[in-house]
Nanobody, 123 residues
Framework: QVPLVESGGGLVQAGGSLRLSCTAS????????MGWFRQAPGKEREFVAA????????YYADSVKGRFTISRENNKNTVYLQMNSLKAEDTAVYYC????????????????WGQGTQVTVSS
């Protein structure tokens, strides 16, 4: 098990910033690729960003490229999502997820999921 706990969500005005954190309780966290996904009401869960276990490779959805940054600190079992220049369309519940395999931009390969944290961007 790699229980994941997200934090850092909240209400922010358009153009503002938030930093999400996701902490794993498992010390083997460093062996997992990590991803961030989001789900808005009435929509399917969609890929946001992912990072390889080493932190050496990162991937982003086109909709967030240049505004969001994913990073990780393996010594703290934590992955981050820095979100800048937020837009109303970024409003969603954000989930972190872990996979023992390679990074992926679909939900299927991810084995473990957090409970989600709400991000609301007011326009």
């Amino acid at each position: 098990q790699v229980p994941l706990v997200e934090s850092g969500g909240g209400l922010v005005q358009a153009g503002g910033s938030l930093r999400l954190s996701c902490t794993a309780s498992e010390r083997t966290f460093s062996r997992y690729a990590m991803g961030w996904f989001r789900q808005a009401p009435g929509k399917e869960r969609e890929f946001v960003a992912a990072i390889a276990w080493s932190g050496g490779s990162t991937y982003y959805a086109d909709s967030v490229k240049g505004r969001f940054t994913i990073s990780r600190e393996n010594n703290k079992n934590t992955v981050y999502l820095q979100m800048n220049s937020l837009k109303a369309e970024d409003t969603a519940v954000y989930y972190c997820a872990a996979t023992p395999g390679n990074v992926a931009d679909t939900t299927t390969p991810y084995r473990y999921w957090g409970q989600g944290t709400q991000v609301t961007v007011s326009s």
